[in-house]
């Protein structure tokens, strides 16, 4: 498989800081499927879940030509969370099943090395981990080396660790051993100890690993090279939903980055996927060879009219 995406299978109830709501929502980790899927189908999502997967996503691997391989059903049921904003767009999570559900079931439904490595190889280019730095999948990152050598490793930082002063020396070192990473804003402030955008720009450079930093409705870097390539959020007139846009948006600049592309058109292509994903409350239903074209045709038009900004 070209592109390994890996995470977490959910299903949400959402409530939003205007009062809205929406239940049964897809969740998780496939809005990271569906950042790579309009630039490529060779797209395997490996997750966790239980055997009532197909009554929540059947029908949406089904409309997309997903393979259902990289399921492990290792849970009594699918995780059922319900979600709550804050006005700044953090978020707070509580599973529908109860504390004593994730108590027992919580680190079953972890991502194990072995789960990728089965279908990793070495003509894998992409492989994405959304995993907290105390899950297991990290101890067995060499297996992941060794299976897919060629493979970019992208990891997209989790909230509760930035937010954790006692992991930031964690998160530090496991960004070292990726290739690619991805941090929303307030993240990187909480993770930095910095006060501003520019700032935490200043932060990743430093580090200097390759970072797609998302700015929320302002748009997102392509930090590469010591040099932050930006992009603006597009469409914003046509948003219902911003759920998952940050998972979107970094499968996108996985893809990109992955196929060696400049940085400018990687996020210009991560914002865009981003924008499908804001259409609709759940991930975009749909994905057609006309769509693909379509965003191509966009995608080459902004890289020129942005690269006489930059």
Not at 111 to 124: D, G, P
């Amino acid at each position: 498989m070209t592109y390994i995406i890996s995470g977490c299978t959910l299903v949400d109830d959402i409530i939003y800081p205007d009062g809205r709501s929406v239940t049964g929502q897809l969740g998780g980790s496939i809005y990271t499927l569906t950042g790579i899927k309009p630039y490529t189908d060779d797209v395997l999502f490996v997750t966790t879940a239980g055997p009532d997967f197909d009554q929540f996503y059947g029908d949406y691997y089904r409309r997309n030509g997903l393979s259902t391989v990289g399921v492990q059903s290792v849970l009594p049921h699918t995780r059922h969370n319900i979600l709550a904003y804050n006005a700044d767009g953090r978020w707070r999570e509580n599973s529908k099943h109860g504390f004593d559900f994730e108590l027992t079931w919580g680190s079953v439904a972890l991502i194990r090395a072995a789960y990728i490595t089965a279908h990793a190889s070495a003509s894998t280019r992409g492989i994405y981990l959304e995993s907290a730095v105390r899950e297991p999948v990290w101890l067995d990152l060499a297996a992941i080396r060794a299976a897919a050598p060629h493979a970019k490793i992208m990891w997209e930082l989790q909230q509760s660790d930035c937010e954790a002063p006692s992991r930031h020396a964690a998160i530090r070192l496991l960004i070292q051993r990726v290739d690619v990473y991805s941090i929303n804003l307030p993240e990187s402030l909480a993770l930095f100890g910095t006060t501003s955008e520019a700032e935490s720009i200043a932060a990743i450079i430093a580090i200097g690993i390759p970072c797609l930093f998302r700015v929320g409705t302002r748009g997102a870097y392509m930090i590469q090279d010591g040099k932050a390539w930006y992009a603006p959020a597009y469409d914003l007139e046509s948003t219902v939903d911003a759920t998952g846009c940050g998972n979107c948006a970094t499968g996108a600049a996985l893809y990109g980055y992955a196929e060696g592309l400049h940085p400018l058109r990687t996020v210009i292509q991560a914002n865009l996927a981003a924008t499908l994903n804001a259409r609709q409350y759940g991930p975009f239903p749909a994905f057609t060879t006309e769509l693909r074209a379509q965003l191509h045709h966009r995608v080459e038009a902004e890289f020129v009219r942005l690269q006489g900004v930059h």
